[in-house]
């Protein structure tokens, strides 16, 4: 198994644990995050930059797999807004590896897993095509004027999703 953290900061030589902000966490515990190969995809974008990820998963029905990617040899799409592709177009990203002995499994469907040691990385990888690197790695980019209702559509669906900074994202309509 393969861990990473994905930075536009090109200069981290140590990961300390940090305190979580999402409810469902213990607040007073520190964590490092890392992420698997499987869903690294759907981190290969700006930090800020809003989108809906989703993928195919063990339970996710052929209707769905046909209504959600355009080809049948896809099982991993991306979706950003208009407005990031120019950004996602010239952002350079860098990945940090982790050797995954001190990480437990912290969400099995996000693919996140959590250390509660600080970290040193054992490897840094630099990606300056993010776009080239979603189509190297199997992933669907797609890209439309507003997230909401493709955010609403796989959350309703049997796909494995992620909704990450939507914050950012318009506002719904």
Request: hydrophobic share 40%; net charge negative.
């Amino acid at each position: 198994m393969r861990l990473f953290h994905v930075s536009e900061d090109p200069d981290i030589r140590v990961f300390h644990p940090r305190l979580p902000t999402r409810r469902d966490l213990d607040p007073t515990v520190g964590l490092v995050w890392t992420i698997d190969e499987q869903r690294l995809p759907n981190f290969l974008t700006p930090r800020n930059c809003p989108r809906v990820a989703y993928h195919a998963g063990a339970d996710t029905s052929a209707d769905d797999r046909q209504r959600f990617f355009a080809s049948g040899s896809v099982s991993h799409a991306v979706v950003i807004e208009h407005g990031w592709l120019d950004p996602l177009r010239r952002t350079t990203l860098y990945v940090y590896e982790f050797s995954p002995e001190d990480f437990s499994l912290q969400d099995a469907v996000a693919g996140y897993y959590v250390a509660k040691t600080t970290q040193i990385p054992i490897a840094k990888h630099t990606i300056t095509d993010l776009p080239g690197e979603l189509a190297a790695r199997g992933v669907e980019i797609r890209v439309t004027d507003n997230l909401w209702d493709i955010a609403d559509a796989v959350q309703a669906s049997t796909l494995n999703w992620s909704l990450c900074r939507m914050a950012y994202a318009a506002p719904r309509r």
